[in-house]
């Protein structure tokens, strides 16, 4: 059903149980054409064409060595072994021996630098690759993020990445000297005896139909089992990473089923691989032991004719045992290039993947030293969407120093006004000013250098207390986080904590509490003192004894730069300068909080429904 990744994928959209949906684009016809991505991908073997020439030499040496044996095994045999056999001297074998033992020492010493090498380049493009990828998500918008699914953008930057550096760093190289090893084989093959050649080669072709044949098959076999490790492996974290769901809706029985479907199609999968590749290999080996019973039955006629010699026959025997690698690995090569420039495809997708949000170009890129801190929102209009505004022609302007509250239900817009004002999003129709500046046309560093955000979900890395605090100011003393802490709240129960502010964060910080979270996040938002402070619902889930005592610390703090607090908790609010309440997008009224408790609308009633209750308990 081909359709692609990117943009608006809609949850309707996406048929099947979810643990197809990888492959199922994966399949999905390939839309650059080979040649470009040959192109794009010669940048990342050219910096190690050197080393790449190295190993091209000693792969070619090592086909080289590979041939040369048959034939002297040919010329020691004929010359030396079976005269020796009738004159009763035995000093042939021994140089025999030294030939062979000289050969495999040359080929241990080939192969250990062969074997460092395709290592030593594969790991590097494999390197680069995950560089570039990298610094390409770290630039890509917010809306990449909220579209994209993790777990093919991750299966971008190991799997694919992977398999196109063993392409890149082995198997061209290893199709070209196997092609020599072919050629030259077939070469000196003819030049010993052109009958038995003909007689060897009768089946190749046999060889060459049985991978043929099963091509298909293996394929689609392959895949089934391909997407079923993704199905266990996507059930599989989504019942880890929803533990406590799973356990609080007592759904272990049904999730246990699932898996186990999930399971149960996977171990049929590999069977069926293992049974094919069993039948593959039954195959081949038929048709190899029926050449050389041929060749030999063959051969030894001709030497009762006199025709040849044992050398001869002997050599035939060991190039026939050389060709199977080659046959094999030719025959497997248009897998390996499809299956690279897909994955080349995957990679190079993400890396030109669009910008939404882009920074202005350097020359006109405007820097701000300082922030007074006048925010206007000038006929703004927001879609996430095309076609459903969440935003709808908002006018605010915001002065320096002032404190400003956005109220309103949830999903009237509010978190998205501040997405706006950060630049995550770009509007769909009017601008953001700061200091009179579109936001549009300032860097990214210094615009949001001056910016303090708490997040509504805020995120801690798996680092410790300190170090996620110091986030935004690596330089930050210990003195200037226990300064903030404390305004904050925090500086008691970090202290508290096992190993007070060297403690881990563990992922998903599942060893503190939401509320306590909220206040690391809260510190290291402050700590950057920036100009512009914004808080959305920062404190939503610290108890309200607290949340008082940080407003008392904050008041001092924020009378100095601008503000912009987000709170369901309307005492949160109520000291703020002026309250914007944004309904459906809109604003639906404003003003400070006497203002508005007068005025009777959205805001009066939204205050009298949280204050109402605790006046009927008393
Ligand atoms: N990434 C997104 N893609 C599409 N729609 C979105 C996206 N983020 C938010 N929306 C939609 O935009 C609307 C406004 O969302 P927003 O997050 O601004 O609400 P909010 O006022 O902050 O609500 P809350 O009080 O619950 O935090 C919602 O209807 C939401 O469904
Ligand atoms: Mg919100």
Request: proline share 3%.
């Amino acid at each position: 059903m081909g359709f692609h990744g990117g943009g608006g994928i809609g949850s309707e959209q996406r048929r099947g149980p979810p643990w197809m949906r990888r492959d199922e684009k994966k399949k999905s016809e390939r839309k650059v054409s080979d040649k470009n991505l040959l192109k794009r991908l010669i940048k990342y073997i050219v910096p190690f064409r050197q080393r790449m020439a190295i190993l091209a030499l000693l792969m070619l040496l090592g086909s080289i060595a590979g041939l040369l044996t048959p034939l002297l095994t040919q010329i020691v045999f004929d010359n030396i072994i079976v005269p020796g056999m009738v004159s009763g001297d035995k000093s042939g074998l021994t140089w025999w021996v030294m030939i062979m033992v000289a050969l495999a020492l040359g080929n241990w010493g080939l192969n250990y630098g062969r074997t460092y090498l395709i290592s030593w380049i594969g790991n590097s493009t494999i390197y680069r690759l995950r560089e570039d990828l990298f610094a390409k998500l770290q630039v890509l918008s917010l809306k990449y993020f909220a579209e994209g699914d993790t777990g093919r953008t991750m299966s971008r930057v190991t799997n694919d990445a992977e398999t196109l550096s063993r392409f890149l760093g082995f198997e061209i190289l290893d199709v070209i000297s196997e092609a020599v090893t072919i050629f030259g084989s077939l070469f000196l093959m003819f030049s010993l005896s052109f009958n038995l050649t003909l007689v060897s080669l009768l089946t190749i072709p046999i060889m060459l139909a049985v991978p043929l044949f099963m091509r298909s098959r293996m394929r689609s076999t392959f895949r089934q089992a391909r997407q079923s490790i993704a199905g266990v492996t996507s059930v599989l974290q989504e019942s880890v990473s929803g533990i406590r769901v799973v356990q609080a809706f007592s759904r272990e029985t049904q999730d246990a089923k699932t898996f186990d479907y999930v399971n149960m199609q996977n171990l049929k999968a590999n069977l069926r691989v293992a049974m094919i590749a069993a039948f593959f290999h039954m195959g081949i080996t038929i048709v190899r032991v029926a050449g050389t019973v041929i060749l030999l039955w063959y051969g030894v006629t001709q030497i009762v004719a006199g025709n040849i010699t044992l050398g001869v026959l002997i050599a035939f025997q060991l190039y026939m045992m050389r060709f199977m690698r080659p046959i094999m690995m030719l025959a497997n090569f248009y897998n390996s290039y499809q299956e690279a420039m897909a994955g080349a495809e995957r990679i190079f997708e993400l890396m030109d993947m669009k910008i939404d949000v882009e920074e202005p170009p350097k020359t006109r890129r405007i820097e701000l030293s300082q922030v007074n801190g006048e925010i206007k929102y000038d006929r703004i209009t927001f879609e996430y969407e095309p076609g459903v505004p969440v935003l709808k022609d908002i006018n605010l302007t915001i002065s320096p120093n002032e404190k400003v509250a956005f109220v309103g239900p949830t999903g009237a817009g509010k978190t998205t006004m501040i997405n706006l004002l950060c630049r995550f999003y770009d509007p769909t129709e009017g601008a953001v000013f700061i200091d009179g500046h579109n936001v549009h046309d300032v860097s990214f560093n210094s615009l949001r250098d001056h910016m303090g955000i708490v997040p509504q979900d805020s995120f801690l890395f798996q680092n410790t207390v300190r170090e996620n605090i110091r986030y935004g100011k690596p330089e930050a003393t210990d003195e200037e986080i226990a300064n903030v802490t404390k305004v904050v709240g925090a500086h008691d129960f970090i202290n508290r904590l096992p190993e007070g502010y060297d403690t881990m964060i563990r992922e998903g910080a599942t060893n503190i509490s939401i509320g306590q979270r909220q206040l690391i996040a809260f510190s290291r938002a402050l700590l950057k003192n920036p100009r512009i402070l914004i808080l959305d619902e920062a404190t939503s889930s610290v108890d309200p004894y607290t949340e008082l005592i940080i407003q008392e610390g904050l008041e001092k703090l924020l009378e100095n730069r601008t503000s912009i607090i987000i709170a369901h908790r309307l005492s949160t609010v109520r000291n703020a300068d002026r309250i914007v309440v944004i309904n459906q997008g809109e604003i639906a009224e404003m003003g400070n909080h006497q203002q508005l408790m007068k005025k009777g609308g959205l805001y009066s009633h939204l205050y009298n429904m949280q204050f109402r209750e605790p006046e009927i308990e008393s």
